[in-house]
């Protein structure tokens, strides 16, 4: 039988090749690979895995077909064929998520790492960065706000003013140029104010896009790290209606947002929805 190209094997090609010319190689234990492979197949036929799942069940009948010839035989013509039912072996057990170091040496640390890398442990170093500007982003962001509803106010009172004093030209016949209804406005205490307040806020807001772009070079890997960018998008770049409530958004909004949530996956796909119910 064709030996496994595992990564343990890999990593260790350096010394193997060394040790190659005074050891003799390994005895392949069929019957026990055969049985493992047997135990894999069995659970992913019968365990509850994610909702829709299905075994690729002719790969899965043409995986144990080999690994049982291969203890029971017939033999195999040449070894092409073997090759070929092989590779057609490995190629099952990598897609349906299998380590090949367990399956042919009972070694299970690449199981072991591969469930640590797809556990909430792993996605919270790997996209660290990224919760980490969005802890800032949206810092900045309550501070860069924090007198917006004010500065409406004064903006609207200056504004108003300035198209008071542009339409007494027509309204009263009294004329002034554009530098002197400006120079009016902003002598105004609510045109003052605004300008202050403005200058008090606006390095936040600064400070916050600059982060936001450079967040938007980093790739998200995770769901939480997509959950982290998506918030950031819709509470601090489009605003408006896209943090609304889905029975108070518009309706191209809520498909949209649902969408959105959805390409996040995982768990923080569900608090997402939850969040916007």
């Known amino acids: 039988m064709n030996m496994f190209v595992s990564s343990a094997a890999v990593a260790a090609a350096a010394p193997a ?3 190659a010319r005074t050891e003799p190689p390994l005895a392949i234990d069929n019957e026990a690979i055969l049985a493992r492979v ?13 909702e829709g799942w299905k075994i690729d069940e002719q790969s899965a009948t043409l995986t144990l077909d080999y690994f049982r010839r291969q203890v029971h035989g017939p033999a195999f013509k040449d070894e092409d064929e073997d090759t070929a039912a092989l590779y057609q072996a490995q190629q099952f057990l990598s897609s349906h998520g299998q380590s090949l170091d367990w ?11 591969g469930g640590a890398r ?14 980490a500007l969005e802890e800032k982003i949206f810092e900045l962001d309550e501070s860069a706000n924090e007198h ?9 009172a200056w504004v108003g003013e300035l198209h008071r004093l542009e339409n007494l030209r027509w309204t ?3 004329h002034s140029t554009a530098k002197e209804r400006w120079e009016a406005v902003k002598a105004m205490p609510e045109s003052k104010e605004h300008a202050r307040l403005v200058k008090l806020t606006d390095p936040y ?5 600059e982060l936001i772009k450079r967040m938007w070079t980093i790739p998200a890997r995770t769901p939480e790290g997509r ?22 958004a518009d309706w191209d909004i809520e498909m949209a947002r649902k969408l959105m949530i959805e390409f996040v996956g995982g768990a923080p796909a569900k608090d997402l929805g939850d969040q916007f119910a």
């Open 205 to 209: 807001a600064v400070e916050r896009d």
């Open 172 to 174: 009263e016949g009294v």
């Open 17 to 19: 090749i060394a040790k």
């Open 148 to 156: 917006a509803e004010e500065i409406y106010r004064l903006q609207e």
């Open 227 to 248: 959950r982290s960018k998506l918030l950031v998008l819709l509470a601090c770049v489009m605003r408006g209606g896209w943090t609304d409530t889905d029975k108070d």
């Open 118 to 131: 797809h556990s909430e442990r792993a996605n919270m170093t790997i996209d660290t960065e990224l919760l």
């Open 103 to 113: 399956v042919h040496d009972g070694n299970p640390i690449g199981m072991i790492c």
């Open 38 to 50: 047997e135990q894999i197949v069995g659970s992913l036929r019968t365990c509850y895995i994610h």
